[in-house]
Nanobody, 124 residues
C-alpha cells in the first residue's frame, strides 16, 4: 500500500513558478515510477510528467517541455514537479501517482495509487 500526499499548489500570475511536492508513505517508494497528472474543469485527466524509480528517466507532455522538471528524492520518499513560466492553461488540479513499472505511463488508468490533488491556478 502506498499513500501519496501532494502540496505546493496555489494562485500565481502568468510567468511565475511553483514547486509541487508529493510525499509517499509505505514501503518501497524507490521501486515505483512516479507520474504527475492534471485535470482542468470539464476536461479529462492529462499526463504531465513521469520519472522512473531511480530518477534516471523522465518524460513530459509536449506542452510543458522546457518549462516543467520532474525530480525525486528516494531518501525522503518524495517526488517534485518544478513548474516555471506558468501559463493560464496550466490551471488545473495536479495529482501525483505511483506505478510499478516505467512503461505504459501515459494513461491514468495504468497507475496503482493516487494522491488527493493540489490546485494550481495561473491568473493575472
Amino acid at each position: 500500500q502506498v499513500q501519496l500526499v501532494e502540496s505546493g499548489g496555489g494562485l500565481v500570475q502568468p510567468g511565475d513558478s511553483l514547486r509541487l511536492s508529493c510525499t509517499a508513505s509505505g514501503r518501497s517508494f524507490s521501486s515505483w515510477a512516479m507520474g504527475w497528472f492534471r485535470q482542468a474543469p470539464g476536461k479529462e485527466r492529462e499526463f504531465v510528467a513521469v520519472i522512473n524509480s531511480n530518477g534516471g528517466g523522465t518524460d513530459y507532455v509536449d506542452s510543458v517541455k522546457g518549462r516543467f522538471t520532474v525530480s525525486r528524492n528516494n531518501a525522503k520518499n518524495s517526488v517534485y514537479l518544478q513548474m516555471n513560466s506558468l501559463k493560464p492553461e496550466d490551471t488545473a488540479v495536479y495529482y501525483c501517482a505511483a506505478r510499478r513499472f516505467y512503461d505504459n505511463y501515459l494513461r491514468a488508468s495504468n497507475y496503482n495509487y493516487w494522491g488527493q490533488g493540489t490546485q494550481v491556478t495561473v491568473s493575472s
